[in-house]
């Protein structure tokens, strides 16, 4: 990612939660058209941040062969995706305490937006701090965020006095909305935040990308 050191974005991928649907386990270890669906993530993300971390809990070690840093959550409990922005912004501060901003994604996301981060960082106008969250097809997308890193210390103290709810936390900040297009995989129309929650959606997603190779 070009630009200068004041605006280098951290890339954070959010794998700390439980994967009921998929049944438990690591979704993001789950297999995608011959890789790891942490490994599609990976690919979109890298291009449009300065450093990617994996948001993880438990044993670190079985996403060693990955090479990412990997931090837990900083709070007990399985608080949501808000204990996964702090721990981004933890890892900042411990690592990259120049950078003014994370972006964090669902690592279990292989279509969302190659331009994500500009768009996020244009969506912001220069106000800072300012938190910019995705939107498609109408729906709010708080998982694909830009966060200003000087609201740690706030999210850290929200988080302990019990909220859970990202868009009850963004909405005592200013707080800026981007729309995103529909994109076309293997000749199907896709919110561009299609997750595989589900092995059914993980059996679409490999159909779609096999019918993407295909033409």
Same mark, same amino acid.
């Given at each position: 990612?070009?630009?200068?050191?004041?605006?280098?974005?951290?890339?954070?991928?959010?794998?700390?939660?439980?994967?009921?649907?998929?049944?438990?386990?690591?979704?993001?270890?789950?297999?995608? !058209?011959?890789?790891?669906?942490?490994? /599609?993530?990976?690919?979109?993300? +890298?291009?449009?941040?300065?450093?990617?971390?994996?948001?993880?809990?438990?044993?670190?070690?079985?996403?060693?062969?990955?090479?990412?840093?990997?931090?837990?959550?900083?709070?007990?409990?399985?608080?949501?995706?808000?204990?996964?922005?702090?721990?981004?912004?933890?890892?900042?501060?411990?690592? !990259?305490?120049?950078?003014?901003?994370?972006?964090?994604?669902?690592?279990?996301?292989?279509?969302?937006?190659?331009?994500?981060?500009? +768009?996020?960082?244009?969506?912001?106008?220069?106000?800072?701090?300012?938190? !910019?969250?995705?939107?498609?097809?109408? +729906?709010? /997308?708080?998982?694909?965020?830009?966060?200003?890193?000087?609201?740690?210390?706030?999210? /850290?103290?929200?988080?302990?006095?019990?909220? +859970?709810?990202?868009?009850?936390?963004?909405?005592?900040?200013?707080?800026?909305?981007?729309?995103?297009?529909?994109?076309?995989?293997?000749?199907?129309?896709?919110?561009?935040?299609?997750? !595989?929650?589900?092995?059914?959606?993980?059996?679409?997603?490999?159909?779609?990308?096999?019918?993407?190779?295909?033409?």
């Amino acid at each position: 990612m070009s630009g200068g050191i004041a605006d280098s974005v951290i890339g954070v991928l959010l794998a700390g939660g439980l994967s009921r649907r998929m049944g438990g386990g690591d979704k993001c270890l789950l297999e995608l !058209a011959g890789k790891p669906l942490l490994s /599609h993530v990976m690919e979109r993300m +890298r291009p449009q941040t300065d450093t990617l971390v994996l948001n993880a809990n438990g044993d670190p070690s079985r996403f060693a062969a990955f090479s990412l840093p990997v931090v837990a959550d900083p709070v007990e409990g399985f608080a949501g995706p808000l204990a996964g922005v702090l721990a981004g912004f933890t890892w900042a501060r411990d690592h !990259a305490p120049h950078a003014r901003w994370i972006v964090t994604a669902a690592s279990d996301t292989p279509f969302f937006p190659d331009d994500l981060v500009t +768009r996020l960082l244009e969506a912001t106008g220069g106000e800072y701090p300012a938190i !910019a969250l995705s939107e498609s097809r109408g +729906r709010v /997308h708080p998982v694909f965020g830009l966060w200003p890193t000087a609201l740690m210390d706030d999210l /850290h103290e929200a988080l302990l006095a019990g909220t +859970r709810k990202v868009l009850d936390w963004t909405g005592r900040h200013a707080e800026f909305r981007v729309g995103f297009d529909d994109v076309e995989v293997g000749g199907v129309t896709l919110d561009p935040f299609f997750n !595989a929650n589900t092995p059914e959606d993980l059996a679409r997603a490999e159909s779609l990308l096999a019918e993407n190779i295909a033409t």
